[in-house]
T-cell receptor, first 113, second 116 residues
Framework: NAGVTQTPKFRVLKTGQSMTLLCAQD?????MYWYRQDPGMGLRLIHY???????AKGEVPDGYNVSRLKKQNFLLGLESAAPSQTSVYFC????????????FGSGTRLTVV | AQSVAQPEDQVNVAEGNPLTVKCTYS??????LFWYVQYPNRGLQFLLK??????LVKGSYGFEAEFNKSQTSFHLKKPSALVSDSALYFC??????????????FGGGTRVLVKP
């Protein structure tokens, strides 16, 4: 039972490069989320999705785009990476309106130089 | 808007002593409250949650938390800390039913260091 899987685990980008982070869940969860974790700032929500084909902005969406073409996958894209996007990125999923917490992936450590 | 505060960046405790990690929250409705733990280079793991009912909630690894509505607090506790409890702890809140998308808001985290 894999839960939530994030790829890649580590990545170094040059300023201006683009990349896509992949999140896959095998729990048939409706809702999926992308957070970034920065020292002293906790986790901040970037984008989220309440179902296949839907996405919505979170707290810090600028510079990121997302897509949810399949229920089990949630992609986070950086079109033109900036040093300020150096962070650890976590994907999470939940069943939906049920009073559940999230299941988290193990994270992607991204460094933009 | 929903928010969470964890007033302590770090808590130091000797092994075998009681451990408390503080959390206060702000919501406009009723809250769902959660605690997560993060070990180095790992994702967040669920510890426990408060939904409704008994104010004292028991969770994984011997942790418990007490919901106090009047003080808007949800402090995490463990009667006897272990060195292996050293980790980063996050409190999170969801405002029922106003939080669209089941969104959780997380506190800044509290690092716990248990010394032998």
């Amino acid at each position: 039972n894999a839960g939530v899987t994030q790829t890649p685990k580590f990545r170094v980008l040059k300023t201006g490069q683009s990349m896509t982070l992949l999140c896959a869940q095998d729990m048939n969860h409706e809702y999926m989320y992308w957070y970034r974790q920065d020292p002293g700032m906790g986790l901040r929500l970037i984008h989220y999705s309440v179902g296949e084909g839907t996405t919505a902005k979170g707290e810090v969406p600028d510079g990121y785009n997302v897509s949810r073409l399949k229920k089990q996958n949630f992609l986070l894209g950086l079109e033109s990476a900036a040093p300020s996007q150096t962070s650890v990125y976590f994907c999470a999923s939940s069943r939906g309106r049920a009073p559940d917490g999230y299941t988290f992936g193990s994270g992607t450590r991204l460094t933009v130089v | 808007a929903q928010s969470v505060a964890q007033p302590e960046d770090q808590v130091n405790v000797a092994e075998g002593n009681p451990l408390t990690v503080k959390c206060t929250y702000s919501v406009s409705g009723n809250p769902y409250l959660f605690w997560y733990v993060q070990y180095p280079n790992r994702g967040l793991q669920f510890l426990l949650k408060y939904i409704t009912g008994d104010n004292l909630v028991k969770g994984s690894y011997g942790f418990e938390a007490e919901f106090n509505k009047s003080q808007t607090s949800f402090h995490l506790k463990k009667p006897s800390a272990l060195v292996s409890d050293s980790a980063l702890y996050f409190c999170a809140v969801r405002d029922i039913p106003k939080a669209a998308g089941n969104k959780l808001t997380f506190g800044g985290g509290t690092r716990v260091l248990v010394k032998p």
